[in-house]
Structures are given as C-alpha cells and as structure tokens.
C-alpha cells in the first residue's frame, strides 16, 4: 500500500519555473514507478513524465519535453517534476502516481495509487 501527497503547485506567470513534489508512505516505495499526469480544464486527464522504480529510465510527454524534468529520492521516498519554462497550457491540476512494476512506462490504466492532486497555474 502507498499513500501519495503531491505539493508545490501555485500560480506562475509564463516562463517561469515550479518544483512539484510527492511524498509516499510505504515501505516499498523504491520499487513502484511513479507517474505525474495533469488534467486541464474541461480536458481528459494525461500523461507528463514517468520515472522507473530505479530511476535510470524516464519518458515524457512531447508536449513537456526538454521544460520538465522528473527525478525521485527512494531513501526520502520522494518524487519530483520540475517544470521549467511553463506556459498557459501547462495549467491544470497535476497527480503523481505509483505502481509496482518493472516495465517501462506504464500506461496510466496501470498506476495503482493515485494523489489527491495540486493545481498549476500559468498567467499569460
């Protein structure tokens, strides 16, 4: 069982940067991929970026490529998105995710635990 609890969203004008973090619970938590997806509004929730349980293997999204980076830290048991040059369209309520898994990137239907969520905001 892991529990997630994402922070570090807020409101930033274009261009500039916000550090997304989420904290598990667990003891096995280095052995879960974890995902970060986001939902716009009135938009279908989509995959960002994902990190293998590892850490060596990492995907993302073309839309997000080269402006955001994902990381974790399995001894604190905490995942990271740092988002870079953010622009309008990158605004919308950001969920980290985990699942037990060695296969690279999971689609989302595989993800297990899911945060509760925290908005990004991004002002023209």
């Known amino acids: 069982q892991v529990q997630l609890v994402e922070s570090g969203g807020g409101l930033v004008q274009a261009g500039g940067s916000l550090r997304l973090s989420c904290a598990a619970s667990g003891r096995t938590f280095g052995s879960y991929a974890v995902g970060w997806f986001r939902q716009g509004p009135g938009k279908e929730r989509e995959f960002v970026a994902c990190?293998?349980?590892?850490?060596?293997?990492?995907w993302y999204a073309d839309s997000v490529k080269g402006r955001f980076t994902i990381s974790r830290d399995n001894d604190k048991k905490m995942g990271y998105l740092q988002m870079n040059r953010l622009k309008p369209e990158d605004t919308a309520v950001y969920y980290c995710a985990a699942v037990a898994t060695g296969m690279p990137w999971p689609p989302r239907t595989a993800y297990d635990y899911w945060g509760q969520g925290t908005q990004v905001t991004v002002s023209s």
């Open positions: 990190i293998s349980w590892s850490g060596t293997g990492t």
